[in-house]
């Protein structure tokens, strides 16, 4: 079973700041799409790391990809400024990009 080194954590903790104030969201919106049990960056931590123990690195940046597009589903609509629109289309590229080039390294963990 795969484990996340203390790095991997803190560059996984920098990487969901930033992506949640990238995004509008809270880590109240995080806990909720993960149905963890605190809003605690060390407990939605330990449910990505769960992820990542079970599916790897793929099955990671998926599930953060799946969050998006529910986040994005929630937000569709609801925008009144399309700029808010595309800045949530270019975050779920940015993902899809990620899982795309973590699939053509071979998904290595």
């Known amino acids: ?6 790095d991997q954590l803190d560059d996984l903790q ?3 700041k930033d ?6 969201r809270t880590q109240s919106d995080l806990r909720r799409a993960l149905r963890a ?5 060390p407990v939605l931590l330990e449910e990505l790391a769960r992820t990542y123990s079970h599916d790897g690195l793929t099955g990671l940046a998926q599930r953060l990809c799946e969050i998006e597009s529910l ?13 808010a ?3 949530l289309d270019d975050s779920l590229g940015q993902l899809d990009l ?9 998904g290595e963990d």
């Open 1 to 6: 079973m795969a484990t996340l080194t203390a």
């Open 14 to 16: 920098s990487f969901l």
């Open 19 to 24: 992506w949640l104030r990238h995004t509008g």
């Open 37 to 41: 049990s605190s809003i605690r960056m």
């Open 71 to 83: 986040w994005q589903g929630e937000d569709q609509g609801l925008d009144d400024e399309p700029q």
């Open 85 to 87: 629109s595309i800045a």
């Open 98 to 106: 990620l899982l795309r080039e973590i699939r053509l390294d071979g």
